[in-house]
């Protein structure tokens, strides 16, 4: 509710234009029906039977449940797995790109990274310059030399992570239809990430 909140101030502030105001507001309504298609999808996965058959059970199973949430995606998305040995590896997966990266918007402002400010975003296994020293300002007397200082900087390079994490649920959670079930689902599930960023982050 928090997130629809601040949406609905964000869409009504006076200053915006109408079409602006409107745009705003589908936009994040759209971003949070990913998020929360996203988790029906890990729900459905928990529901089906471990297998090879397992995302095409789980897609069968989301039909049933949520036939009007993004089944074109999830449809798409009920393949075998590809693997480091298939040329095409990952490329199974990608369907789901927008209801992932729907959900990591919802955890992103819950971990300290997400709320820095002024941070400037590095790509993987690039090299770029960072500053190691900056200068200082201090008192001068009157008639006194002002102190010249100069910048410090390195070459560094950000290697790929992965931050991971499994949640054991019972299966009556993962197949009820209860909308509360989800949310649950979705609360441990941001909490968990936002939690493990964090304490990898400090």
């Given at each position: 509710m928090v997130s629809v909140a601040s949406g609905l101030a964000t869409a009504l502030n006076p200053e915006m234009e109408d079409w602006e105001r409107l745009n705003t507001l589908t936009a994040q309504y759209d971003a949070r029906s990913k998020a929360a298609s996203f988790v029906r999808w890990v729900a459905a996965l928990a529901s089906a039977h471990p297998?090879?058959?397992r995302q095409t059970e789980a897609a069968t199973i989301y039909r049933s449940r949520w036939p009007s949430y993004h089944l074109d995606v999830i449809e798409k998305a009920a393949v075998a797995?590809?693997?480091t040995s298939d040329v095409a590896w990952a490329g199974p997966l990608a369907p789901?790109?927008?209801?992932a990266s729907a959900f990591m918007a919802l955890v992103r402002p819950r971990t300290v990274v997400g709320q820095m400010k002024g941070v400037r975003p590095a790509?993987?296994?690039v090299r770029f310059p960072t500053q190691t020293?900056?200068?200082l300002a201090g008192w001068v007397g009157q008639g006194r030399v002002t102190p010249v200082q100069q910048l410090a900087f390195s070459d560094t390079i950000l290697g790929v992570g992965k931050l991971a994490i499994i949640v054991v649920i019972t299966s009556e959670l993962a197949r009820t239809s209860d909308p509360a079930a989800l949310l649950l689902i979705e609360?441990?599930?941001v909490g968990g990430i936002a939690a493990g960023t964090d304490i990898c982050f400090f």
């Open positions: 297998g090879p058959s797995p590809g693997t789901l790109t927008p209801l790509p993987f296994n020293a900056g200068t609360r441990d599930l």
